[in-house]
């Protein structure tokens, strides 16, 4: 189910959720590109992150950069976080000086990381216990959709939730696609982004095949693009940041095997046989031995002999 933009007041349980605050923790280009389209939109954006590169740079967009954690809680009930990993959402929301421990009542927190589903349904449960409330809200769209405001966001959690962020989402995003429960929006992430290391892995494997049979691979690309052959990979990262070796996408190999090692995890604890999704997460796996973490993930391509 999709929700369409809307210029609703959202109020929850008597509190106006329209008072312009909000607050980010994780200020890396997905936080700071965030932060841009909701200071667009007229919100007061305040965050924090532990890098000072990041802090300066959110300074110069806008952003309220304050000390820690609870001076973001003073400032505001609604908190989107933006983090590496699931470890990092259960120290900022559980540890000392977190954000259980420094919450304003009926704090809303939205996860737009990609996370564990079930680190994010045993969070949400004892949030709910606390009288605060959590939303499971990954992202596409990259650093270049943040700063848009124009990233998908799958969305799981309860409804009412929903209802009370979709405000702040509709500054974020050009679609809203409620998954369900709690950790569900977590869970078609990763689905999505092993499809995605897929894509990349066949789409490059197809170009390699052009080129050896004597094919210009942005020609390739073209015709594949007006094809049944086509995907986001060959429509979008081909064109922008691969066939002009750029790599400069803004996402790492080391979140993308992040991804695709949980997506490979939740096969194997739902017992399932994949055999094509076990040979994707091998090929990341592997690429560990010649692709450093900090490269751009697109240059997974080149193990398949480009770039």
Known sequence: MSHNKTDRKHKTKGIDMTNGNIGIVGLGRMGNGMAQSLLRKGF???????????????????????ADIKAICTESNVIILSLPMAKHVQAVVKGKGGIIDCAQPNTLIIDTSTSEPEVTRVL??????????????????????????????????????LERAQLYLD?????????????????????????????????????????????DPADLIAGLNAGSGRSAISEVNFPRWILNQSFDSGFTMQLMRKDVRLAKNMIGEMGLELPLAQQVAEIWSQSEANIPDQDDFNCIVKNAGLG
């Open 171 to 215: 500054a974020l995003s050009s679609k809203v696609v409620y998954m369900g429960k709690s950790g569900n929006g977590h869970a078609a992430k990763l689905i999505n982004n092993l499809l995605c290391a897929a894509h990349l892995v066949t789409t490059a494997e197809a170009v390699a095949l052009g080129t050896k049979v004597g094919l």
């Open 44 to 66: 007061k954006v305040f965050g924090t992150d532990i890098g000072e590169t990041q802090r300066q740079a959110a300074k110069e967009v806008g952003v309220n950069v304050v």
């Open 124 to 161: 949400s449960i004892e949030l709910d216990q606390l009288g605060h409330q959590l939303l499971d809200c990954p992202v596409s769209g990259g650093p270049a959709g943040a700063e848009a405001g124009t990233m998908v966001m799958l969305v799981g959690g309860e409804r009412s939730s």
